[in-house]
């Protein structure tokens, strides 16, 4: 086999474990796509729930200066530690023409990013949640440096189960944390931005103003894999091109 033959095969194995899948899958394979909001709230809605109604739709102010969405909500009845919803794209409101809607397996899509803004006093600990298209099971996606008011900040997301009850919290006990992972991310149907309330928002009656935008789907190399091409790599130098 010939050294160009040889790459193309391990680049070929590369592809192949991160966007194999079961044969017969119904939901379809997801590609990367980013929400910018353009033109409208592209039928996001704000608020825990079902939703309290779309959100609203901002032409400049975003954290590139342009378009965004936005709701203004409080924490009435709300305890302290709860994750409380402000952002929903959902398939049942088609919710950006359903570009986020599912099999993020079959597309190797494992990355998910979103600009986040609030007024609140206080920093806030956000959090996204991904489910299936009842919305429920979910898994929340944590951690990363609490946001700060009026400060425009990037939520960052790596999708992979080595972060298992730390970063990646699938809706379930431990044991069944892959079946219940495998079962959201093949068959997505809502995508989630919130925050953890702090105590001093609890049961708060303030109107606070939180936006959104630039949300994001997208494949990236896990550990597994950047290995398997680093080890693929290594061999091939050892290789010398055939006669």
Same mark, same amino acid.
């Given at each position: 086999?010939?050294?160009?033959?040889?790459?193309?095969?391990?680049?070929?194995?590369?592809?192949?474990?991160?966007?194999?899948?079961?044969?017969?899958?119904?939901?379809?394979?997801?590609?990367?796509?980013?929400?910018?909001? +353009?033109? =409208?709230?592209?039928?996001? #809605?704000?608020? !825990? @729930?079902?939703?309290? *109604?779309? /959100?609203?739709?901002?032409?400049?102010?975003?954290?590139?200066?342009?378009?965004?969405?936005?709701?203004?909500?409080?924490?009435?009845?709300?305890?302290?530690?709860?994750?409380?919803?402000?952002?929903?794209?959902?398939?049942?409101?088609?919710?950006?023409?359903?570009?986020?809607?599912?099999?993020?397996?079959?597309?190797?899509?494992?990355?998910?990013?979103?600009?986040?803004?609030?007024?609140?006093?206080? +920093?806030? =600990?956000?959090?996204?949640? #991904?489910?299936? !298209? @009842?919305?429920?099971? *979910?898994? /929340?996606?944590?951690?990363?440096?609490?946001?700060?008011?009026?400060?425009?900040?990037?939520?960052?997301?790596?999708?992979?189960?080595?972060?298992?009850?730390?970063?990646?919290?699938?809706?379930?006990?431990?044991?069944?944390?892959?079946?219940?992972?495998?079962?959201?991310?093949?068959?997505?149907?809502?995508?989630?931005?919130?925050?953890?309330?702090?105590?001093?928002?609890?049961?708060?009656?303030?109107?606070?103003?939180?936006?959104?935008?630039? #949300?994001?789907?997208?494949?990236?190399?896990? *550990?597994?894999?950047?290995?398997?091409?680093?080890?693929?790599?290594?061999?091939?130098?050892?290789?010398?091109?055939?006669?």
């Amino acid at each position: 086999m010939s050294f160009r033959n040889v790459s193309i095969a391990v680049l070929a194995l590369a592809s192949f474990v991160v966007v194999s899948r079961q044969a017969g899958a119904v939901p379809p394979p997801v590609d990367s796509y980013t929400e910018h909001f +353009p033109a =409208s709230n592209a039928n996001w #809605v704000y608020g !825990p @729930g079902a939703g309290s *109604g779309f /959100a609203s739709w901002s032409p400049t102010g975003g954290p590139d200066g342009s378009s965004h969405i936005s709701a203004t909500l409080n924490t009435v009845g709300i305890s302290s530690g709860a994750q409380f919803l402000l952002f929903q794209g959902r398939s049942d409101q088609t919710a950006s023409n359903n570009e986020f809607v599912g099999d993020w397996h079959a597309g190797g899509m494992n990355h998910l990013s979103g600009w986040v803004y609030h007024e609140a006093p206080v +920093p806030l =600990s956000y959090f996204a949640r #991904v489910t299936t !298209p @009842g919305g429920f099971p *979910g898994v /929340a996606l944590i951690g990363g440096p609490a946001v700060q008011p009026n400060t425009w900040t990037k939520l960052d997301y790596l999708i992979d189960p080595s972060g298992f009850g730390t970063t990646v919290q699938p809706e379930t006990s431990p044991p069944n944390y892959l079946s219940t992972f495998n079962a959201v991310f093949s068959n997505v149907g809502r995508v989630q931005f919130g925050f953890v309330v702090p105590a001093s928002m609890a049961g708060s009656t303030a109107n606070v103003i939180y936006r959104l935008d630039q #949300v994001t789907v997208v494949p990236e190399p896990t *550990g597994a894999l950047l290995t398997l091409v680093g080890v693929g790599a290594a061999w091939l130098l050892r290789r010398r091109p055939t006669r």
